[in-house]
Antibody, heavy 119, light 110 residues
Framework: QVQLQESGPRLVKPSETLSLTCTVS????????WAWIRQSPGRGLEWLGH???????YFSPSLRSRVSISLDTSRNHVSLQLTSLTAADTAVYFC?????????????WGKGALVTVSS | QSVLTQPPSASGTPGQTVTISCSGG????????VNWYRQFSGAAPKLLIYSADQRPSGVPDRISGSTSGTSASLAIRDLQSEDEADYYCASWDASLFGWVFGGGTTLTVL
């Protein structure tokens, strides 16, 4: 059974950088793509980006200048960095497995990490 | 303002069929890409339909999807109380070069 678990700080100050880690078990991150999606009350679900170890990186055009995703295959981790935070970045952040053969569906999700941006 | 437009709410009684719509454009739904997700309160979304009308393993056949032009629909037949949840459509937008989601529809079983 594939499981994903987000971890990282839950309170971050404005202008700082958010770093979250997604630990994947039951599947190697060397295969498939891995994505980050966030959800806030005012903006609903928002795709941040996805990437695979073999290349192919895609980011939201509205966040491209601030977002990065990296893979650590030795630890089976997927990481997210989001810079220059504002209150609008307050959201629940999910990591998910992105499967091309499922029409680009996100078939396994973590439980999500609520991140609050506040001083 | 979401790129994909869904009604904010829908409702039905047990046993009925409910349909949720998702309206987009030629660069997203019109290009053939649409997935549907169900989300219970406090939980992560779950993939219900991919590629417009395909069900992942484990999703019952009373749940179905369809498209027509730049719109998509999710139908839930034989509505049950456990179907109460939020439903989201999603599509790859070739103009934005990214995934876009609808604003979500809250389904209430009366």
């Amino acid at each position: 059974q594939v499981q994903l678990q987000e971890s990282g700080p839950r309170l971050v100050k404005p202008s700082e950088t958010l770093s979250l880690t997604c630990t994947v078990s039951g599947d190697s991150i060397k295969y498939n793509y891995w994505a980050w999606i966030r959800q806030s009350p005012g903006r609903g679900l928002e795709w941040l980006g996805h990437m695979s170890d073999s290349g192919g990186t895609y980011f939201s055009p509205s966040l491209r200048s601030r977002v990065s995703i990296s893979l650590d295959t030795s630890r089976n981790h997927v990481s997210l960095q989001l810079t220059s935070l504002t209150a609008a970045d307050t959201a629940v952040y999910f990591c998910a497995r992105y499967v091309v053969r499922l029409g680009g569906g996100f078939d396994y999700w973590g439980k999500g990490a609520l991140v609050t941006v506040s001083s | 303002q979401s790129v994909l437009t869904q009604p904010p709410s829908a409702s039905g009684t047990p046993g009925q069929t409910v349909t949720i719509s998702c309206s987009g454009g030629s660069s997203n739904i019109g290009s053939g890409s649409v997935n549907w997700y169900r989300q219970f309160s406090g939980a992560a979304p779950k993939l219900l339909i991919y590629s417009a009308d395909q069900r992942p393993s484990g999703v019952p056949d009373r749940i179905s999807g369809s498209t027509s032009g730049t719109s998509a629909s999710l139908a839930i037949r034989d509505l049950q109380s456990e179907d109460e949840a939020d439903y989201y459509c999603a599509s790859w937008d070739a103009s934005l070069f990214g995934w876009v989601f609808g604003g979500g529809t809250t389904l209430t079983v009366l």
